[in-house]
């Protein structure tokens, strides 16, 4: 696979993401920051994520939301997300448009 095909799919998996919604927040786990990393290894996805405190209640149910998002990407083989809890979440991970969303731009 080249790396212009990897990249393609690295893109792939991060907006499938953005479907995943954490719903005490209303908002998706990548403008969210709870998305550590996409690793694309030949067409498998690895990707590593956390919670906003490992007190999650929902922490189970965003992971099998992100593996049946990331199964559905045409062209992905393998698919693992592990959840990790190093470094801890801040909200210095929001994006721009998560503090947007949450009104903390104003």
């Known amino acids: 696979m080249t790396t212009s095909s990897s990249t393609q ?18 908002l998706n786990i990548v403008d969210l920051g709870l ?8 067409a498998d996805v690895q990707v590593r994520l ?3 405190t490992p007190a999650c209640p929902l922490g189970e149910q965003i992971v099998r939301d992100a593996e049946e998002r990331l199964r559905a990407v045409e062209g ?13 979440w ?3 991970r929001l994006s721009a448009a998560g503090k947007e969303q949450l009104g903390w731009n104003r």
């Open 9 to 26: 799919l690295q893109h792939a998996a991060f907006e499938a993401l953005r479907d995943v919604i954490d719903p005490e927040v209303g």
């Open 90 to 92: 801040s909200p210095d």
């Open 50 to 52: 956390t919670m906003t």
């Open 35 to 42: 998305v550590y990393g996409v690793e694309v290894v030949g």
């Open 76 to 88: 992905l083989g393998e698919v693992t997300v592990e959840l990790v809890w190093e470094p801890a």
